[in-house]
């Protein structure tokens, strides 16, 4: 197929005049921002509020706890709440290591990816974008993304601290993570902004096509300190 | 697929009269365009970004080349391939040929325009590999064995219970006395039918809204969570698109994206936006052995340069036909290829040739609305004017419209004849009208006054009355300057 290739980059080239692509080469290097919203430009414990306001605008649910230890009560709650067997598929994230699953007893957890027959997953994020309530996630040996899509109801945990004002924050903390291989993205990188959703029946908007039906969002408040609502959060 | 473009007059008609379709595409008015409304409105630099997004298409367009070879020395050092495709064919067979290699019984697709537009289902189906979509938009007409209404809700046309009658028809192990009234039940059963098709399927077909030339990753958004369980589960991932996807850097991609939701179903982000790069890497637990991406070109490097080159911009949202009258009334199969509305007045013809798809830039009222409401501000009205004039000067107008034309061409030009000529054809008129003030028939548009009385022209000329009226005010040398030029 390199005859294809030839063809239509020689194609291209013809429709050119001067070919001059410095242009390209420094956008590619020095990636410039866009506009980013103003509505995100706010102090960090608002900011927390925002992707609140945001996330349960998009129909996912938020619970907001104190720390690390309240996460095992929060995600038994969330379970009783939907009738569903006290069982959940955890992530092999140790950002989850720090909550003491063993607190509840009751509680089964399995940890490792899914084969589709696990009805609740639970996983960390790796940032929360308030500009829009979204849940940014990336794949990864401790972060199967079979977690985001297979179960019914996805349970994330993020933390206060992750939460981000853009997705180009995101992207920024993505790169410093990624520098042993710059300009390499993990696998995957998936938004998630609300359960599974349709509109292909009539446009009536149904939740649960073929992602979960759910997305719960456990909060945890670990800062950042310091910025205890300062302001109030007045919509957008 | 086979075009039926030519036909769009008769298409338009059966459309008419056809009651599903026309209570079905009520709802585009109180849905899409609402919600668009809506959700720019929440975001006060909208237009700003709309500007940003044009741009950004224009930088990348004017460096194509260089982001396309960019983008594909990326998704190699990935570990990812990259295929090259002239036409429709070769990119089939390149499809074909990686299907084989995995001797792959299934595949499932998430919702990809270019495979619409290689006619990629008969394709596989015809050798032997069973193509499953998976949007649910998709697999309703997969079933119907139509081809999609609109670019991003293909099955916009039909009704619930048309919904109803094909699952019966094809879901033949489930109880033929299950209920399925309400969409939501209907859901149900195409979630447990799919469900089992995604953990079957050897490969995955994916569109891509965007490639990112900066990561070599290809980009999709979906609602419903298909497209992502189509490319993670199978072993091969296969991303198809065309070569205008491209875009530069992840920054640029995020820009875009900031006005493709918002501007397609009024949604601030899609539930799920996805980035892709490359296969699983040795420590990942789950994703696809093999990350292929089938670059399309079909008649796209040929627009670069000409006075299309605009139309390039285009990133599918949907909403110069969410918007668009014409559209509205018809409905997207109407206009007989892939493409409908405002964006496929212009790309159709372009891709399969004004001969073939003449009618459809004429499908325009030129109201401006499409152009109005498009994030990257394709002038669409003027586009299509475009093609009414080669139409025309390739004589594929009809002879009686050419007439007529040159005929007023001829007096246009020579302005004092056109007075006097648009004076006695007003009197004569008059005169046809009789008492009543209406033309019941005229020779030249019989079509027009077999539905409806023409008015007859009640008072003088525009220009008569113009000059009337200069000749009572009192005139400024200005005026008289510019009147000395009318």
């Given at each position: ?6 063809e ?49 605008f ?15 009560d ?9 009738n569903?067997?006290s ?8 950002q ?15 940890r ?35 977690l ?69 969002i ?19 | ?40 409105g ?7 970004l ?17 982001y ?142 965007f ?35 491209v ?167 020579r ?6 000529a ?53 005139q ?11």
């Amino acid at each position: 197929m390199s005859d294809a290739r030839a063809e239509i980059l020689g194609k291209i080239r013809q429709s050119r005049g001067v070919i001059d692509d410095s242009a390209a080469e420094a956008r590619l290097s020095t990636r410039p921002r866009g506009i980013i919203p103003a509505r995100t430009d706010k102090a960090p414990g608002v900011l927390v509020d925002l992707f609140v306001t945001q996330a349960e605008f998009v129909d996912a649910s938020v619970d907001r706890v104190a720390s690390a230890d309240d996460v095992p009560d929060a995600v038994a709650a969330y379970l009783a709440s939907q009738n569903l067997p006290s069982e959940v598929r955890l992530a092999p994230d140790t950002q989850l290591d720090d909550i003491p699953w063993d607190q509840r007893p009751t509680l089964l957890v399995s940890r490792g990816k899914t084969d589709g027959s696990h009805e609740v997953s639970v996983t960390a994020a790796f940032a929360g974008i308030a500009e829009t309530g979204s849940l940014m996630l990336h794949s990864g040996p401790e972060s199967p993304s079979t977690l985001n899509f297979l179960p019914d109801h996805h349970v994330v945990v993020l933390r206060a601290s992750q939460v981000r004002k853009s997705y180009e924050d995101g992207w920024d903390d993505l790169r410093r993570q990624m520098t042993s291989r710059p300009n390499t993205l993990p696998r995957t990188v998936n938004f998630i902004t609300g359960p599974s959703r349709t509109g292909d029946i009539e446009q009536k908007i149904l939740m649960g096509a073929h992602g979960p039906r759910r997305l719960h969002i456990v909060l945890i408040d670990d800062g950042p300190i310091g910025t205890s609502t300062p302001e109030k959060f007045d919509g957008i | 697929m086979e075009s039926t473009s030519h036909r769009f007059p008769e298409n338009a008609r059966a459309a008419l009269t056809n009651e599903a379709l026309q209570s079905a595409l009520g709802k585009l008015e109180t849905g899409f365009v609402v919600n668009r409304a809506t959700a720019a409105g929440r975001l006060p630099e909208f237009e700003a970004l709309r500007d940003q997004a044009r741009d950004i298409k224009n930088h990348t367009l004017a460096h194509l080349d260089y982001y396309l070879e960019a983008f594909e020395a990326k998704v190699i050092e990935n570990g990812g391939h990259v295929h090259w495709a002239s036409t429709a064919a070769e990119a089939r067979q390149i499809i074909l040929d990686i299907c084989r290699t995995v001797d792959a019984k299934t595949v499932t697709k998430g919702k990809s325009m270019i495979a619409e537009e290689i006619a990629l289902n008969d394709y596989l189906a015809e050798n032997g590999v069973e193509p499953i979509e998976t949007d649910l938009g998709e697999y309703i007409i997969q079933l119907r064995d139509e081809p999609p209404s609109h670019i991003i809700a293909p099955a916009v046309h039909v009704i619930k219970e048309q919904v109803a009658e094909a699952f019966h028809v094809a879901h033949t192990h489930l109880d033929p006395n299950r209920s399925l009234e309400e969409p939501r039940e209907l859901l149900e059963e195409a979630r447990a039918v799919l469900r089992q098709k995604f953990l079957d399927a050897d490969v995955g077909i994916t569109g891509a809204n965007f490639l990112i030339a900066e990561t070599g990753t290809s980009v999709i958004v979906t609602n419903e969570g298909n497209g992502d369980l189509t490319q993670i589960l199978p072993k091969i991932h296969i991303a198809l698109a065309s070569l205008e996807k491209v875009t530069p850097t992840l920054e640029d991609t995020t820009s875009l994206l900031r006005v493709l939701a918002r501007s397609a179903t009024g949604q601030e982000f899609s539930s799920y936006t996805t980035f892709s790069t490359g296969p699983r890497r040795d420590d990942d637990v789950d994703g696809p052995s093999e990350y292929h991406v089938v670059l399309l070109d079909n008649g796209r490097s040929g627009m670069l340069g000409s006075e299309f080159q605009d139309m390039l911009r285009c990133i599918r949202c949907g909403a110069c036909m969410n918007h668009c009258p014409v559209y509205g009334v018809v409905g997207g199969h109407a206009y007989g290829w892939v493409y409908p509305g405002p964006m496929g007045a212009v790309l159709t013809p372009t891709l399969i040739g004004v001969e073939e798809a003449g009618h459809l830039p004429n499908a325009s009222t030129f109201c401006g609305r499409c152009e109005s409401v498009c994030p990257v501000r394709i002038p669409l009205p003027n586009l299509m004017r475009q093609y009414r004039k080669r139409e025309f000067e390739r004589k594929l107008v009809p002879a009686s419209t050419r007439a007529g034309l040159g005929l007023w061409a001829f007096f246009a030009r020579r302005p004092a004849l056109y007075r006097v000529a648009t004076e006695i054809m007003g009197l004569m008129l008059r005169v046809m009208g009789g008492k009543r003030g209406r033309i019941g028939w005229l020779p030249a548009a019989r079509g027009w006054t077999a539905h409806r009385d023409m008015p007859a022209p009640t008072g003088r000329t525009f220009q008569a009355q113009w000059v009337a009226r200069r000749a009572v005010r009192p005139q400024s040398s200005k005026d008289a300057s510019r009147r000395a030029k009318l």
